[in-house]
């Protein structure tokens, strides 16, 4: 993405924005607030675009309301329930703590406000659906990708950006169940959480306690960056084998010039797109499926530059 967009893209999450298609606008205003979990995160640039994009197919009023920190819950929280007390005709919501939403989504329930969860899923009953990538296999695919880079020996760290959202601990537990599962010769260490600096403090801490480390995952963007630092800071390139999630310049880069092995893309423009769409649906009552699944893909020097792959890259 060049600078410009960003940097507008940024400001309109700031301050929250509306986006209406005037063609296809129908009799009766049909508003759907989306809550998304962080500004500084670049993965959430092209998610808002597909959200653009559905507002304009279905002609309906979209406003995106997002957080300062994907680890400030209660500032959610109060979006949450600024959006519910404007009875909008449904909502579509990335979650921070999965838990801590619970007394918001009952009453919607009792306003018949239909719920639409995006990228980390709520386990809830009240949900309507969920949208957004298979994290439990996302992370498997990580997991037999990493270990196949080792040889399946030696200890294995991951970094993740949160311990509270389903959406993360699936990925985690998916990338673990795996390691335990299939490779007797890796020996995993405790999962660090944390995004930018605190993953790359938390990264020195691993290596520091483990120099014999051989590989670690960086489980979202902002993870896999902080391992990346991390690992240049203590010249640890080529020592060290990094399997990242998502993209942004920084990991996209960083694959190209061969500190990391790969990584795995979600398809955030369709996130976006199908969790307003969803919304829409349940409104009109639709009937909709427990899951929505937007795939994901594996990416690597050897197919970076793939149309295919491309279209799900952001930077």
């Known amino acids: 993405m060049k600078k410009s967009f960003t940097a507008s893209l940024l400001l309109f999450l700031i301050m929250g924005f509306s986006f209406v298609s005037e063609q296809k606008a129908s009799p009766q205003k049909v508003y759907i607030p989306v809550i998304i979990n962080g500004i500084h995160n670049a993965f959430w640039d092209p998610v808002t675009l597909g959200i653009q994009q559905a507002a304009t197919d279905y002609g309906i ?13 209660q500032e959610q929280l109060d979006l949450l329930e600024a959006a ?12 921070v703590d999965a ?5 918001y989504l009952e009453e919607a329930q009792a306003k018949g406000i239909p719920i639409i969860s ?3 899923g709520v386990d809830s009953p009240i949900v309507t659906t969920t949208v957004g990538t298979d994290n439990y296999q996302a992370g498997a695919i990580a997991a037999e990708k990493l ?17 509270t959202s389903k959406g993360a601990i699936d990925r985690r537990d998916g990338f673990l169940d795996t390691l335990e599962q299939k490779y007797p010769g890796i020996q995993i260490i405790p999962p660090q959480y944390g995004e930018g600096d605190v993953a790359l403090a938390a990264t020195k801490a691993i290596i520091a306690a483990n120099p014999d480390i051989k590989g670690i995952f960086g489980g979202n963007e902002g993870s896999a960056e902080g391992v990346i630092e991390a690992v240049k800071a203590l010249n640890k390139i080529g020592e060290i084998t990094i399997v990242g999630f998502d993209s ?22 369709a996130i976006g ?19 929505i699944n937007t795939e994901f893909a594996w990416y690597d020097r050897s197919n970076i530059d ?5 279209e799900l890259l952001y930077k």
């Open 147 to 163: 270990a196949g880079f080792i040889d399946g020996k030696g200890k294995v760290g991951i970094v993740i950006h949160e311990n």
């Open 306 to 310: 793939n149309p295919e792959i491309q």
């Open 248 to 269: 942004g310049k920084q990991l996209v880069d960083a694959i190209r010039e061969g500190i990391v092995e790969g990584a795995v893309t979600q398809n955030p423009m």
């Open 118 to 120: 995006i990228g980390s």
């Open 61 to 73: 009023e979209v406003t995106v309301e997002a957080i300062q920190s994907e680890t400030n819950i």
């Open 99 to 103: 838990k801590a939403v619970t007394p």
């Open 84 to 95: 519910l007390a404007r009875n909008p005709q449904a909502i579509t919501l990335a979650t």
């Open 273 to 291: 797109y199908k969790g307003v769409e969803a919304a829409y649906k349940a409104y009109i009552g639709e009937r909709l499926p427990p899951f």
